[in-house]
């Protein structure tokens, strides 16, 4: 490793004497009940945001309750230190990144506080996140409307901060149109409940005075507001000024009074930290229909959008020919775009109405398949009754930014002029004249988003490392121009934060740009609140302030790993990307791989999905893909000292990482953390070694015919009393946990198959360590099943000049879990080689344990092993994979008879689901007649190999189980089998639920007729 590129970050002189050396730490540890987190790596975790900045805080600070937020406030005020609120930071202007004391509110402060059903509003707390509050307010029959993109993982203190707004904001406005009541703490330490003016009689004598002061501003600028505030209704740069004089389309109060709480929306954290929101609700709409129209050219979708939002739909959305490729392009997203696309359209329209009748909604549709025929579009409405489709297709245009962001390289979309709002009959003008002033800057933008208020999302992509900084101000100033020229906002949506305060006097003109420093001076006059946000900005181009500086440089690192995949540059206009390996990283492509991680959070969502496990135990930073990501580049950028890479401080961030794979899917941009840790691993066993406990896990392949040959003997430490606990003290091994039994019945022991020629093979029978060792009937049910299925079965085994004949195959997963890369690249061999002449052949190979099978077509073709390894990728299937293919190609003829069990439970393996192969095991026991097949929503089972076997991670592993898969066991009753093709996660449930799950391959054998 070279020496670090990028200076270690350091505070500001001045901030780091204020804060007296770790006094501030010290005191807020000494007289809080928060987490207070002061080291390096937190504080550059919490460095950056969605946005293109990076400034470390001060410190760290998750307050457990109210009372500690008031604690940390006063005492940063003692010490002159300015605080920063947080919630998921997943604004996209830097926001939430300044040289403060982070405050962040989503581990603790997240609790409904009050719901009134009869007067509609729910009063929470800031860090709750949108969905988790809609979910608690849907038995109640209501919701909270304000649906942005991020609704997995923002909070609603977040929301407010920034003004949000969502996909539906035509028909239920921005955050300001929907917040009642804030209760706010001011930086002097005032609290009051600022909300509609007239209630707000018994207040603190500051604040009297303070709301005396702001009106007595908004009279005075009276004329300059109306002048100068658009009257768009997605305006929410600047501070709310107009609330004496609402210059928005849709006025902030239905019956024109004024309420102090709209003030306080859209401030970005800079005059007051919210305590607690009281927000309106409204009932759930009964039914909903969604037209999704398909535009030749994206010109004509712009065009037609003015006469498209006369027919009263509740949103309008954009989804353009660039977002419609690379959703094709991810496996997750590719059936439900292509049910909405007629043929290959330049952009399609999501058009939905909502309503409490579906007779209405459905009418609404035929009003728009009767508008675009009279457009001159006939047969172009893509009709959506179901709302399982509707709700897929708009989890696509939610993921919209992130699919783009999906591209490698260095050049990346850069979020400045992303959401300027302008009136819609300039929409089609506005789009192509920004689109020309891309050209001319030798790039090009995707856009997407809300054309039914006039906000396109655009992102130029630029490379910020080289030149793009100037670019990026020279479009800045164009789009400017344009948005003047329309009467539009310059900040539609995402707000201000560090790249549009500087616009804010552009936007309002200096006479308002005072007004509202008088107004942060009224609330804040020592300047605590998140300094240098909305006024006394930064340059937006400021590059000290960027997380990619110009000539910002990894540390050169000889990998592990083949990440050339990543080394690439991609020509903005063309999209032509160099060769691999071509990128110029001095990390073989790894640090560009771990920069695809953009901040945007979605990893910090709860629902569907498998990511990210360990941060929904936590609910740590720290423990979270994004988090992960951010360490990893801060150290692989000497921003964490020479040694970052390999310190403790990475090991323990990556620590509570399963390597579940979750994020290699679920993350838009599909960073693949488990493929990194195996990368790191490497290099912390080369420097630190390994433990014990570690070598004896991944040396299993090699044991195992040892153990296997005298297993009373390596069954001691479960049979012979006290030896567990002696485990635990010696190798760290759970004394909770039982040990997977071993035997000498073992597969490939027992095994009577004859060797089959390549040509006289149908498929090749891979049985993995696991299944061979511990379950052998498990292979051996596969074995009947294929059997009885007509296939002739070749049982894989080493190739005849194998350096050891003797002992199994194995895909060396347990060594990889341990960065042994080296020893699992020659097991890897072995299995290439052994497969090679069936390959060769097109023979299939299939096999039963999801994490060994799938390192075949995964982790094999990161080892530069060639085109073999390639090859055999391509052939290699789970057991249910290939039935499933076969089913389908007519093939199958598998007899099945009916089962005692009439429902079967399935659990399907992270690594499953990562690579798309759940359906297959339900689409085989849909085979067995009578069974009802159902799935449980879960993510990992926490027990991921040997992590749950740990003595240090067996309480968190258990509390990953008991998050949705062991209570969905525990309430299955005994007419159900329970099915999970993952060994370890059969032990969490025996472990968890004392109940046995099978293989799908043993739930076949027993129905075989
Ligand atoms: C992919 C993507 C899609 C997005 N889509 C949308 C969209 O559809 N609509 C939209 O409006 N935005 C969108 N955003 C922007 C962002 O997600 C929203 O603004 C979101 O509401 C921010 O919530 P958060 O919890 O992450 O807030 P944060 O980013 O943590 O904070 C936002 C602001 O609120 C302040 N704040 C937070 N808590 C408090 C508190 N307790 N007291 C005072 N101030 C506080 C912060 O200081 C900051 O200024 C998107 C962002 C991304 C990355
Ligand atoms: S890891 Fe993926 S999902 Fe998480 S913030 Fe990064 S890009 Fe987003
Ligand atoms: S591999 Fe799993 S546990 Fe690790 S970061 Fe990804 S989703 Fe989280």
Not at 484 to 490: D, L, N
């Amino acid at each position: 490793m070279n020496a670090p590129a990028a200076a270690p970050i350091k505070l500001s002189e001045q901030l780091a004497s204020r804060m007296n050396g770790q006094g501030l730490a010290k005191r807020l540890s000494a007289e809080t009940g928060g987490e207070v987190l002061f080291d390096a790596a937190s504080r550059g975790r919490y460095s950056t945001d969605a946005s293109i900045y990076q400034v470390e805080p001060v410190g760290v600070f998750v307050p457990r309750s109210e009372r500690d937020v008031e604690l940390a406030i006063a005492i940063a005020r003692e010490m002159g230190v300015p605080i920063l609120s947080r919630g998921a930071g997943t604004s996209q202007c830097g926001q939430t990144v300044g040289e403060a004391l982070v405050i962040d509110n989503s581990k603790y402060l997240n609790q409904v506080i009050d719901f009134d059903a009869a007067a509609m509003t729910v009063t929470v707390q800031p860090g709750i996140v949108l969905d988790h509050l809609n979910a608690w307010l849907k038995p109640h029959g209501v919701w909270f409307p304000v649906d942005v993109s991020t609704a997995a993982q923002c909070t609603i203190g977040g929301m407010a901060g920034n003004n949000s707004c969502g996909s539906r904001s035509l028909a239920y406005g921005n955050m300001v149109h929907n917040v009642l009541a804030i209760d706010a703490i001011l930086s002097d330490g005032t609290e009051a409940r600022f909300q509609d003016e007239r209630a707000m009689t018994d207040v603190p004598a500051r604040v009297r005075e303070l709301v005396a002061g702001l009106r007595a501003i908004a009279v005075r600028e009276h004329d300059e507001i109306e002048r100068m505030v658009p009257k768009v209704m997605r305006r929410v740069g600047g501070y709310n000024i107009d609330i004496w004089h609402p210059q928005s389309e849709r006025p902030y109060t239905e019956d024109g009074s004024v309420n102090l709480a709209h003030l306080l929306v859209g401030s970005e954290g800079t005059l007051a930290v919210t305590k607690r929101v009281t927000l309106k609700v409204l009932p759930l709409p009964r039914h909903k229909t969604l037209g999704v129209i398909n535009f030749p050219t994206f010109h004509q979708a712009m065009d037609m959008t003015r006469h498209i939002v006369k027919l009263d739909p509740v949103a309008v959305e954009l989804v353009d020919r660039t977002m419609i490729e690379l959703a094709r392009d991810n496996p997750a997203f590719r059936p439900v775009i292509e049910k909405a696309l007629i043929g290959a359209p330049d952009a399609i329209l999501l058009v939905e109405f909502a309503g409490e009748s579906l007779d209405e909604q459905r009418a609404g549709l035929a009003r728009l398949v009767a508008l675009m025929a009279s457009l001159g579009l006939p047969g172009s409405v893509v009709e959506m009754i179901d709302a399982g489709a509707q709700k897929a297709l708009w989890e696509v245009r939610k993921a919209g930014l992130n699919i783009m962001m999906s591209m490698r390289g260095d050049g990346k979309p850069v979020s400045f002029i992303e959401d300027c709002a302008v009136p819609l009959e300039h929409l089609a003008e506005y789009t192509s004249s920004l689109t020309e002033v891309f050209a001319r800057y030798g790039t090009r933008g995707t856009w997407y988003a809300h054309a039914s208020v006039g906000t396109l999302h655009v992102r130029p992509i630029l490379d910020l490392r080289r030149g793009g900084a100037e670019k990026m101000r020279a479009i800045a100033e164009e789009a400017g121009a344009l948005v003047r020229k329309y009467k539009g906002a310059f900040s539609g949506e995402h707000g201000d934060g560090l790249v549009r305060s500087e616009w804010v006097a552009w936007q309002f003109g200096p006479r308002l740009l005072g007004a509202f420093e008088e107004i942060k001076q009224l609330f804040d006059p020592a300047g605590l609140m998140n300094p240098g946000k909305i006024v006394r900005a930064t340059r937006m181009d400021d590059t000290s302030l960027f997380r990619y500086k110009p000539g910002y440089q990894p540390i050169a690192l000889q990998t592990a790993l083949d990440w050339s995949a990543w080394d690439v540059q991609v020509d903005p206009v063309t999209e032509q990307s160099t060769a691999p390996g071509a990128g110029g990283d001095p990390a073989g492509g790894f640090a560009k791989a771990v920069d695809m991680c953009n901040n945007n959070g979605h990893c910090r969502k709860f629902d569907a999905g498998t990511m990210c496990p360990s941060y929904r135990v936590t609910k740590d930073e720290q423990h979270l893909t994004r988090g992960r990501a951010n360490t990893l580049r801060l150290a692989l950028s000497g921003q964490l000292g020479a040694d970052g890479f390999t310190s403790e401080a990475m090991r323990d961030t990556l620590d509570l990482c399963v390597s579940c794979k979750g994020c290699k899917r679920d993350c838009p941009t599909g960073v693949d953390m488990a493929r990194m840790k195996t990368e790191f691993l490497y290099h912390w066993q080369k420097k630190h070694g390994l433990s014990f406990k570690s070598k004896l896990i991944a040396n299993l392949p090699r044991w195992a015919p040892w153990a296997a040959r005298l297993p009373w003997l390596a069954n001691l430490r479960d049979t012979l009393p006290g030896a567990a606990r002696l485990s635990e003290k010696l190798f760290g091994l759970s004394a909770k946990r039982s040990l997977p039994g071993w035997r000498s019945d073992t597969f490939m022991a027992g095994m009577v198959a004859p060797v089959l020629a390549p040509e006289q093979a149908d498929v090749v029978l891979f049985a993995d360590t696991f299944n061979n060792y511990f379950e052998s009937e498990n292979a051996a049910a596969a074995l009947m099943v294929l059997r009885a299925a007509g296939y002739k079965v070749h049982v894989a085994r080493p190739a005849a000049l194998d350096a050891e004949p003797q002992r199994p195959l194995c895909c060396g997963r347990t060594y990889l879990a341990s960065g042994l890369v080296d020893q699992a690249k020659a097991e890897a061999r072995r299995v290439v080689e052994a497969m090679r002449p069936f390959v060769a052949r097109g023979v299939p190979v299939v096999g039963l344990e999801p994490s060994c099978l799938l390192t075949l077509r995964d982790e094999f073709l990161a080892m530069g092993l060639g085109r073999d390894a390639e090859a055999l990728g391509a052939q290699a299937l789970l057991f249910e994979e290939f039935l499933a293919r076969e089913h389908a190609a007519g093939k199958l003829k598998l007899a099945l008879n009916a089962l005692p069990e009439s429902r079967a439970l399935l659990h399907g393996h992270c690594h499953q689901k990562a690579f798309d192969a759940v359906r297959p095991v339900q689409t085989v026991l849909g085979l067995i007649p009578g069974l009802k097949v159902e799935l449980i929503e879960s993510s990992c089972c926490g027990m991921a190999g040997s992590f749950g076997y740990e003595a240090k991670h067996y309480a968190v592993s258990m509390q990953m189980a008991e998050l949705s898969l062991l209570p969905a066991v525990r309430a299955a009753g005994a007419d159900t089998v329970l099915v999970a093709d993952g060994t370890s996660c059969r032990h969490q449930i025996a472990d968890g639920a004392q109940r046995e799950a099978v293989h799908v391959a043993r739930v076949l054998a027993r129905a075989l007729s």
